[in-house]
């Protein structure tokens, strides 16, 4: 282990990350340190810097400089004298979700639900979220990062590196389509199925038995990709092709769905997700995972007669993760059609500003120290 490790920190916004030197973190007792092998630079990235703070002020970022950086893979490379269940040289995943582990929340194991939920090198969900980043400040732009143990997801030797730095998305729609108690024999729709988010989300409804994943979309080459994965299972709508609620009832026995996972990013208009809600059979859930900033204008009567659930999710929990990594280790979550970009850590600047073309949620764009 060097004494020193290379980072990417950002002084000031909307300026270049800036490659410098620090110290090696030492892990704490309960810490670990990991050893970054793949990090995942998110699209969102340059947008979540220049603009949170003015589209989102209860989301605060980090005090600058800061090592950003949201979904790390990598290897333990040392472990604090109180850890007890990782070991030097295991690879792992680490979930950037940190919480204060005392109150009642965490006491429950409902991390998510913590006031002073954070994200590590990425995001805040309250004003007490600097102490966290105090704690753990550096995200996996850079060559090492500290981490509690109880945020270690332990991969399969069959998941790589560059597969498990994606499971933010991943999990993010797992999780939801585990609140809705998805498995076999449900009918799962995803509003925006070809997108970053929602193509994990078809992968996760597919392995956990979803016997018919719907999906919208803007690009039809792109959605007919999706379909191709599985198209006896998966089908698909262009967005303002005719009336969505028709179309899955004409491919759905006449039935309506009984999951809705809505994907969409911050900017869609909250016409879309009312159709997709439309869509629900009697008892429905809707799940919402993509954040829009339209607010819907509700029918509650209906939502009362037809006895519908409404519910956001926020990320996943370790243990989620942890069932994830193992459905993937065991090819039950295929994962096979990921297409990777790898960038060395010294090129962040110049991949953030020039990522290739996207192929829609196919894309997976690595940070590699």
């Known amino acids: 282990m060097k004494p020193t490790m290379r980072v990417a920190r950002l002084h000031e916004i909307n300026q270049p990350m800036a490659i410098e030197e620090l110290p090696t973190p030492q892990p704490r007792a309960t810490d670990v340190l990991v050893e970054v092998k793949a990090c995942n630079i998110v699209p969102n990235l340059p947008n979540v810097l220049a603009s949170y ?6 989301l605060p970022l980090p005090k600058l400089p800061a090592v950003f950086g949201l979904d790390t893979t990598g290897v333990v490379a040392a472990v604090g004298s109180h850890v007890t269940d990782v070991a030097v040289g295991d690879r792992v995943y680490v979930n950037p979700g940190l919480s204060c582990g005392a109150c009642r929340a965490c006491r429950r194991g409902e991390d998510q639900n913590c006031n002073s939920y954070t994200f590590m090198g990425y995001f805040a969900f309250g004003p007490d979220g600097q102490r966290r980043y105090d704690a753990y400040p550096y995200g996996g732009l850079g060559e090492y990062l500290t981490a509690p143990q109880r945020n270690l997801v332990k991969l399969p030797d069959t998941v790589s590196f560059e597969e498990g730095a994606r499971f933010g998305y991943l999990g993010t729609g797992y999780s939801a389509l585990r609140r809705a108690g998805v498995g076999p024999g449900s009918t799962v729709l995803i509003d925006g199925i070809s997108g970053t988010l929602g193509l994990g989300t078809c992968l996760s409804a597919l392995a956990m038995g979803a016997t018919r994943v719907f999906g919208t979309g803007r690009n039809a080459d792109l959605l007919e990709d999706v379909r191709a994965i599985a198209p006896d299972r998966i089908h698909v709508f262009a967005a303002g092709s ?7 009832l004409e491919h759905n026995n006449g039935e309506g769905v009984d999951v809705v996972i809505d994907a969409l990013g911050p900017g869609a208009p909250a016409e879309a997700y009312l159709d997709a809600l439309g869509t629900l059979r ?13 607010r819907p204008q509700i029918d509650m009567i209906s939502v009362m007669c037809n006895q519908l659930t409404i519910l956001g999710s926020l990320w996943f929990s370790t243990a989620d993760a942890q069932d994830m990594a193992d459905l993937v280790g065991t090819g039950q979550l295929d994962l096979s059609i990921l297409e990777h970009h790898t960038f060395p850590l010294e090129k962040i600047n110049e991949a953030l500003d020039n990522l290739p073309a996207r192929h829609g949620g196919f894309s997976n764009f690595i940070s590699i120290p």
């Open 242 to 248: 005719g009336d969505l609620r028709s179309w899955t």
């Open 282 to 294: 009697r008892g429905g859930i809707a799940v919402d995972v993509g954040g829009m900033m339209e």
């Open 53 to 58: 703070s003015q589209w989102f002020p209860q």
